[in-house]
């Protein structure tokens, strides 16, 4: 009888797809079979289960791959809560529980999330774990510097709990010199770049007219070789962001260009039909200013975006402000839509749209 590894892996809710995208294509190279995958484990947005038969030695290479993950959870135990006791419960099941990781651990510390209206809270919850596996292990308590972290979730009535594998989340790759405070997630790059279909031979060009401070562009360079790569902005300050921490991260910084060019004017820098992919996280007013018209400033976006796109290229693009967008769109009449779905971003909902040229009637 085989015995299933089971994961939890967080990502950014809304990334779900992506991220099972990722692991399957992942695994199969390694000529393991599909796993099962469940989104939205236990009801939780961007909090995915996988299992599978190979056993976690294999598997555990693969999972430092990937790009569309947060953090990674060996899963221990998952139940429904004892309506009568809760916390007992919770306690005596963790207590009994066999946690290879903590055998030679000097430390640990226990993380607790819970969605729900329950009698007990998170801290309830968090010193009764800790106190089982004291009991169990005979481990000593560290909030801050710990080897072991265990998590703990409380969803409604029912729980789970499992063992972070690594220390540092999986998504945090990057070295910053500078950081903007709306700078984009690596693993919502990831996915953004995964939705524009590009191929590990593919040259593009590849253009993000946003970049910000340059998560985008150092995504796409270690993920695709072979793709020129070209960042703008129209304000100096994140040319230079994106300077710094391309030139701290990446092993060849020359193979992304960078130039100071408003999006809505793209006509102005760059040819007609010269640029294959647009792959961007369009400012939400924060630095452009608080008295963007946003209707017109989407409509001259896409108007440019469309005229240096290739005719089999493809604009990826987030979204807040969706009504405007729409309206541009249609009024524009120029694009098509292929995919679009709901993202959090940094507390904020946004829409990721896929668009492709719309073909001449």
């Known amino acids: 009888m085989s015995v299933s590894t089971i994961f939890i892996l967080t990502t950014d809710p809304g990334l779900e797809p992506i991220l099972e995208?990722?692991?399957?294509?992942?695994?199969?190279?390694?000529?393991?079979?599909?796993?099962?995958?469940?989104?939205?484990?236990?009801?939780?947005?961007?909090?995915?289960?996988?299992?599978?038969?190979?056993?976690?030695?294999?598997?555990?290479?693969?999972?430092?791959?990937?790009?569309?993950?947060?953090?990674?959870?060996?899963?221990?135990?998952?139940?429904?809560?004892?309506?009568?006791?809760?916390?007992?419960?919770?306690q005596q099941t963790v207590q009994q529980l066999e946690i290879s990781e903590m055998e030679a651990a000097n430390s640990f510390r226990v993380t607790v999330s819970r969605i729900g209206d329950q009698v007990f809270s998170s801290y309830d919850i968090a010193v009764a774990s800790g106190a089982a596996i004291q009991a169990h292990y005979g481990?000593?308590?560290?909030?801050?510097?710990?080897?072991?972290?265990?998590?703990?979730?409380?969803?409604r009535d029912s729980w789970w709990t499992g063992v972070q594998l690594y220390h540092k989340a999986l998504s945090n790759r990057f070295v910053r010199a500078l950081h903007h405070n709306v700078s984009l997630k690596p693993t919502i790059a990831y996915g953004l770049l995964r939705l524009a279909g590009i191929t590990q031979d593919d040259q593009g060009p590849l253009l993000d007219p946003f970049c910000g401070s340059?998560?985008?562009l150092m995504e796409a360079a270690q993920v695709f070789p072979q793709l020129k790569i070209i960042g703008s902005d129209i304000f100096p300050e994140p040319i230079e962001t994106s300077q710094q921490n391309i030139a701290q991260n990446l092993q060849h910084p020359e193979r992304i260009q960078l130039h100071m060019a408003d999006a809505r004017r793209l006509s102005e820098s760059f040819e007609p039909n010269s640029i294959k992919y647009i792959v961007t996280n369009p400012p939400y007013g924060i630095r452009v200013g608080k008295n963007l018209r946003f209707y017109w400033f989407y409509y001259h976006?896409?108007?440019?975006?469309?005229?240096?796109?290739?005719?089999?290229?493809?604009?990826?693009?987030?979204?807040?402000?969706?009504?405007?967008?729409?309206?541009?769109?249609?009024?524009?009449?120029?694009?098509?839509?292929?995919?679009?779905?709901?993202?959090?971003?940094?507390?904020?909902?946004?829409?990721?749209?896929?668009?492709?040229?719309?073909?001449?009637?």
């Open 301 to 361: 976006f896409l108007d440019q975006a469309h005229q240096v796109m290739q005719e089999d290229g493809r604009l990826v693009l987030l979204v807040l402000r969706v009504q405007f967008f729409r309206d541009a769109m249609r009024k524009l009449g120029l694009w098509h839509v292929q995919w679009s779905q709901k993202i959090e971003l940094g507390g904020k909902r946004v829409k990721a749209y896929v668009l492709s040229k719309s073909r001449p009637q």
């Open 139 to 155: 481990t000593a308590v560290n909030l801050e510097e710990y080897d072991v972290n265990i998590r703990v979730d409380v969803v």
């Open 21 to 90: 995208q990722e692991w399957t294509q992942r695994t199969s190279a390694y000529n393991i079979d599909s796993p099962v995958v469940w989104h939205k484990f236990k009801g939780m947005k961007g909090v995915v289960m996988i299992e599978s038969h190979a056993s976690l030695e294999v598997l555990l290479p693969i999972l430092e791959q990937m790009r569309s993950v947060h953090h990674a959870y060996r899963l221990l135990h998952q139940g429904k809560l004892d309506v009568a006791q809760p916390v007992q419960h919770i």
């Open 214 to 216: 340059g998560t985008l």
